[in-house]
């Protein structure tokens, strides 16, 4: 049962990574806990592998579209890779009842930042020519890079929904390419964070590894292919109520039986 379980999370997370290049992530951890059946000390590292094959998926049919801003994400990728070998470390010394409480309560700002989405913003960094402005700009690119490594490290998740919101509202890039821009991001702290838990790797289930991440590739390539057709605001404002209610599951599985968590 956990195997087909696996292959529907899988679907679910691709499919949102895919169409809205954010978000899909945050459901990786309670659903390899909670529907798979995993420990979470198992669960944050295979959720980063998952993470990294679906933006990927996602992020191949972009690049070809010449969306992806390489540049912005390799500076946001160079500072999120040690904030993740942090994020891991500080994840071993907090109990993990208290971890999955704290990743709850992100869950809840993910879903409202999600819902709060779809503003146009033409960025403070943006000159009048249309080009960015690193001199000002470089240090808060940093700072938003070295969050997301944080919380990849620390919880599993890529940082999308802090990445996309930081590019078009920093950097001043459109919708399109701030989400093409930011699943490279999330494929490079993803892979950063996967090394930093790598003392993990011999619990990693890995049949259930490649069926999730399997179907999370392929919803997430199909997806990505789809993107431009269907109402984004629509579909951040459905996945956001989903997020919304996981997260109070979440939240009320860990205080009731956090034996749950291995």
Known sequence: ?????????????????????????????????????????????????VVAVSALGGLLPRERRGAVRWPVALVFGAAGTPAAFGGAALGQLVPQQW?????????????????????????????HEGRINWRSCLPK?????????????????????????????????????????????????????????????????YLVLLLFAGASLAVSIAAARMSTRLNSDTVRRWFSYLVLAVAVFVAVAAIVNP????
């Open 1 to 49: 049962m956990s195997l087909y379980l696996a292959l529907v999370f899988g679907a679910v997370i691709g499919l949102a990574l895919g169409l809205l290049g954010a978000g899909g992530s945050i459901l990786a951890v309670p659903a390899l806990v909670y529907g798979v059946g995993q420990p979470l000390q198992t669960a944050i590292p295979t959720s980063l592998a």
């Open 99 to 127: 971890l999955l409480l704290a990743f709850a309560g992100l869950m809840i700002v993910v879903a409202v930042r999600m819902l709060r989405g779809g503003e146009n913003h033409t960025g403070a960094c943006r000159t």
């Open 141 to 205: 690119a940093v700072i938003a890079g070295a969050l997301v490594g944080l919380l990849t490290g620390l919880f599993g998740v890529g940082g999308g929904f802090i990445i996309v919101p930081a590019l078009a509202l920093l950097l001043g890039l459109g919708a399109q390419e701030a989400v093409a821009t930011s699943l490279v991001v999330v494929l490079i702290n993803s892979v950063a964070g996967l090394v930093a838990h790598a003392g993990a790797a011999d619990t990693i289930n």
């Open 259 to 262: 034996s749950a968590l291995g």
